[in-house]
């Protein structure tokens, strides 16, 4: 591993510990030329997914989308940052083992409506506002009362 600051490629370990549930190992390192210490992370790298759209199409999976939408949901609301990081997490890798290499778009949006109901039923609204292409006020009443006034 090269060192960021003096670009020397001798280093040590200090220490390791599992990160991320297990799926990543964080590891702090020690320069032997310059004694800076920095810290990588190692993780499985996955094969490309790539998303099944609508209409056909293919494009490559991007996980900042489903954070995004994630964030843009629960925007002003109390839910985490880093819960909202470990959801995406838990269900990136549901999607991977329930669809392998190529997951439709529709899959994407219900796992996260499902999510986002256990974590917040207002982002769920939302959400879910954006997702059905809600109409007008109708809908969201519908909706609304569709949660059982949980």
């Known amino acids: 591993m090269k060192c960021p600051k003096c670009d020397a490629d001798q280093d040590k370990v200090i220490d ?3 990160w991320k549930d297990g799926a990543v190992v964080r590891r702090r ?3 032997l030329s310059c004694n800076y210490r920095f810290t990588t992370y190692e993780e499985i790298e996955r094969e490309d997914l ?10 490559p999976f991007d996980r900042r989308k489903i954070v995004m939408g994630f964030i843009k949901a629960c925007e002003k609301r109390p839910v985490s940052p880093e819960l909202i990081d470990k959801t995406a997490d838990k269900l990136v890798e549901d999607l991977e083992q329930k669809y392998g290499r190529e997951i439709p778009t529709t899959a ?11 974590l917040d039923e207002v982002a769920y609204v939302r959400f879910a506002s ?3 292409q809600f109409r007008d006020a109708r809908d969201f009443v519908s909706e609304v009362k569709s949660l059982g006034g949980r």
């Open 16 to 18: 390791s510990r599992p």
């Open 130 to 132: 954006v997702y059905r």
């Open 29 to 31: 390192r020690e320069c």
């Open 108 to 118: 994407i949006g219900e796992k996260i409506m499902d999510a986002l109901k256990k």
């Open 50 to 59: 790539r998303v099944i759209k609508r209409d056909g199409r293919y494009e």
